[in-house]
């Protein structure tokens, strides 16, 4: 396992759209091993491929201990409208308010290939969302309604 680095801002890799996996050779279990690695490195609950500078649709999310690795993910359904604040390991120090999904249905596929469906809500349902937009080449800043002022930013550390 090794760490990778964290693309930022206005890399390109950020906003491409991302290819289907349709291979499950030893270099995906490398790359999930390595983005589980960095998400935890880096204290993110999320990571999408494009984040370390691949361009394909994988993602890792934290479920409390849990980790959560999806292949080619798509969401099947979202109700419910939440508005809360976001941040993004691609953008350090950038909060955001984003309005998103309350509950969601993804489908896709694990680490051997195989479908899969995770029915999430709450904070799994936005952190979901976000990683799915890094594989549409879509970054907070863009779905946001409202940038935090670095007053509010302070306060929320505090
Ligand atoms: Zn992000």
């Known amino acids: 396992m090794a760490l990778r680095y964290i693309r930022k801002k ?15 050779t030893p270099q995906l279990l490398d790359l999930l091993d390595d983005m589980i690695e960095t998400m935890f ?13 691949i361009s394909k649709s994988i993602i890792v999310v934290r479920n409390e201990d849990k980790v959560l690795e999806i292949i ?21 120090g950038v909060y955001a308010e984003v309005p998103r999904f309350n509950r969601l249905g993804v489908k896709g596929m694990n680490r051997a290939g195989k479908s899969i469906t995770i ?26 309604l409202r940038l935090l002022t670095q007053e509010e930013i302070n306060k929320m550390n505090e």
């Open 119 to 144: 029915n999430a809500q709450g904070l799994m349902s936005r952190v979901l969302q976000h990683e799915i937009d890094h594989l549409h080449g879509i970054v907070l800043i863009d779905k946001a």
């Open 10 to 24: 206005m890399d390109p890799v950020l906003r491409k759209k991302t290819a289907p996996v349709s291979r499950f």
């Open 41 to 53: 490195e880096a204290e993110g609950i999320g990571l999408a491929a494009p984040q370390v500078g």
């Open 72 to 92: 080619n993910p798509e969401i099947i359904n979202g109700e419910g409208e939440e508005l809360d604040i976001e941040g993004c390991l691609s953008f350090p």
